[in-house]
């Protein structure tokens, strides 16, 4: 346990759903990612935020919002998904300006 | 841009025995950071070791060691003595030390199993 949870571990939704994935970090971390993982393509990172403010948008679709309420927790709000966004979200934490980065487990999404 | 390329997509090795895994790369810059993660079943990928560029001397972490060629642009991961909890999937990834991590870049993988 690296101390990075995220909540939902697997999550299965229609097209038209909205859902949240969560993540919660207590190491005192200030930066929080999140990647999107899929079979066979490097990891590719979403969001970044440091000190709770976004400072990364690497370009994602508007039907992904993420949420970054406190240094703590990470949210990554989902509304009229595609199949193809059907994937392992990762999120991870950091202290700034350290390049080690902390993960948790992921939430497995499928699209249907 | 940096890219970091594995050409291994799957390697598999008997219990005990030793195991290389190849990581090459692509930057111009002469500062940065390279990685070893590796992402068991359990899908919480795991910082195994780590490599600055300005050190000549190779990092070693237990059974894990690098060969770090940096004329060659070579980061490769040997394994010792493998376990059956090496199985997992293996990440090398980049960053260049003036940027932060928004910048770091993951290659495609690895998948190792250990044969018991």
């Known amino acids: 346990e690296t101390g990075v949870t995220q909540t939902p571990r697997h999550l299965v939704m229609g097209m038209t759903n909205k859902k949240s994935l969560k993540c919660e970090q207590h190491?005192?971390?200030?930066?929080m990612y999140w990647y999107k993982q899929s079979a066979k393509k490097p990891l590719e990172l979403m969001f970044v935020y440091n000190f709770k403010e976004q400072t990364e948008n690497n370009s994602v679709p508007s039907r992904f919002s993420p949420e970054c309420p406190n240094s703590s927790h990470l949210f990554l709000h989902l509304h009229t998904l595609q199949p193809e966004d059907s994937a392992l979200y990762l999120c991870a934490s950091s202290l700034p300006g350290d390049e080690k980065l902390f993960f948790g487990s992921g939430t497995q999404l499928s699209v249907l | 841009a940096q890219t970091v390329t594995q050409s291994q997509p799957e390697m598999s090795v008997q219990e005990a025995e030793t195991v290389t895994l190849s990581c090459t790369y692509d930057t111009s810059e002469s500062n940065y950071y390279l990685f070893w993660y590796k992402q068991p079943p359990s899908r919480q990928m795991i910082l195994v070791i780590r490599?600055?560029?300005?050190?000549?001397q190779n990092a070693t972490e237990n059974r894990f060691s690098v060969n770090f060629q940096k004329a060659a642009k070579s980061f490769s991961l040997k394994i010792s003595d493998s376990q059956l909890g090496d199985t997992a999937m293996y990440f090398c990834?980049?960053?260049?030390?003036?940027?932060?991590?928004?910048?770091?870049?993951f290659g495609t993988g690895t998948r190792l199993t250990i044969i018991p």
């Open positions: 490599q600055e560029a300005y050190k000549q």
């Open positions: 990834a980049f960053i260049d030390s003036n940027f932060g991590n928004e910048k770091l870049t």
């Open positions: 190491l005192g971390h200030n930066a």
